[in-house]
């Protein structure tokens, strides 16, 4: 991946356009702000308190497209009026290797976006970029995992075309209680 990757999902009659691209240090008061929903926190594995994390968060996801093996994206959504786009949430690629069956997708909504159908409009072109772009090297599914009492998620998961699969035991601490398993295959 020499070129930063950029993904666009157009308008609807009923929601903005949404950009999707490489989280940048310019993210990093916007992604503290949003982190503070408890509702947010109840459900991503790493909290983001105060500006160092958020730097130090943000670099992770810079080193993991400089690895090659995850790919992290800031969901951007125009704002009428204004030149700037407001973080409504981050989708995820993750566990990529050349050969390798299956990669993960993850994913969180900011909480004044939540309801508008960002997650699942950021994960179907996630989706599709990863399947366009790792077919190749061997990718034929990808795996969505959410805690068994996440139905928001569920809803996400299901409206993604991501079938259910399996329970998964529960695996503390990142895992505290049994998940759910999704998978979508590069056939759907």
């Given at each position: 991946m020499?070129?930063?990757v950029?993904l ?9 356009a ?5 989280w940048?240090?310019?993210?990093v008061a ?29 670099q ?5 497209w400089?690895?090659?093996d995850?790919f ?6 125009a704002?009428?009026?204004s030149i700037?786009?407001?973080?409504v949430g ?9 050969g390798?069956p299956?990669?993960?997708?993850g ?15 950021a994960?179907e072109?996630?989706?599709?970029w ?8 061997g990718?034929?599914r990808l795996?969505l995992?959410?805690?068994?009492d996440?139905?928001a998620s569920c809803?996400?998961?299901?409206k ?11 695996a503390?601490p990142?895992?505290?209680r ?5 998978i ?5």
């Amino acid at each position: 991946m020499s070129a930063p990757v950029v993904l666009q999902v157009a308008a609807s009659p009923v929601s903005p356009a949404l950009v999707l691209r490489p989280w940048r240090m310019e993210d990093v008061a916007p992604l503290v702000e949003v982190s503070r929903d408890p509702t947010l926190r109840q459900w991503v594995s790493s909290v983001v308190d105060n500006d160092a994390e958020g730097t130090r968060w943000v670099q992770a996801q810079q080193q993991g497209w400089a690895a090659g093996d995850r790919f992290g994206f800031a969901v951007l959504e125009a704002q009428p009026g204004s030149i700037r786009e407001q973080l409504v949430g981050n989708v995820v690629l993750k566990e990529v290797t050349s050969g390798k069956p299956a990669a993960e997708v993850g994913y969180w909504t900011a909480a004044h976006a939540r309801g508008r159908g960002v997650a699942s409009r950021a994960l179907e072109a996630l989706t599709s970029w990863a399947f366009d772009t790792f077919e190749a090297d061997g990718l034929e599914r990808l795996e969505l995992l959410h805690q068994v009492d996440n139905l928001a998620s569920c809803r996400v998961a299901q409206k993604s075309r991501y079938d259910f699969d399996t329970i998964l035991p529960a695996a503390p601490p990142s895992f505290p209680r049994d998940g759910h398993l999704h998978i979508r295959r590069t056939s759907t």
